[in-house]
Nanobody, 126 residues
Framework: QVRLLESGGGLVQRGDSLRLSCAAS????????MGWFRQAPGKERKFVAASTWSGSSISYADSVKGRFSISRDIAKNTMYLQMNSLKPEDTAVYYC???????????????????WGQGTQVTVFS
């Protein structure tokens, strides 16, 4: 089992930056990729960014390309999401997810991930 704990959310103004963290524990050796998804009130959960643990495959949603950056600290078993130039439409609960099935591609689909964190709220006001 893999346990994921997100942190770093908050209330910020348009144009500000935030860095989300996702600390993994448990059977982290079986984690091949990690992703970030977000869910706004009344809307479905959507893909934001993902990376294989090796860093060889990285994907971003079109809506965040050029503004968000995913990275990882292998020694700390932690994945980060650096969010710059935040917009009100980025407001959502952000979830971290882990893919423990062997893969060399960072998946964009919810179904590719089998462990999820509890989420962290990001609110951007104009």
């Amino acid at each position: 089992q893999v346990r994921l704990l997100e942190s770093g959310g908050g209330l910020v103004q348009r144009g500000d930056s935030l860095r989300l963290s996702c600390a993994a524990s448990g059977r982290t050796g079986s984690t091949y990729a990690m992703g970030w998804f977000r869910q706004a009130p009344g809307k479905e959960r959507k893909f934001v960014a993902a990376s294989t643990w090796s860093g060889s495959s990285i994907s971003y949603a079109d809506s965040v390309k050029g503004r968000f950056s995913i990275s990882r600290d292998i020694a700390k078993n932690t994945m980060y999401l650096q969010m710059n130039s935040l917009k009100p439409e980025d407001t959502a609960v952000y979830y971290c997810a882990a893919d423990t099935d062997y893969t060399v591609i960072a998946g964009k689909g919810i179904g590719a991930y089998d462990y999820w964190g509890q989420g962290t709220q990001v609110t951007v006001f104009s």
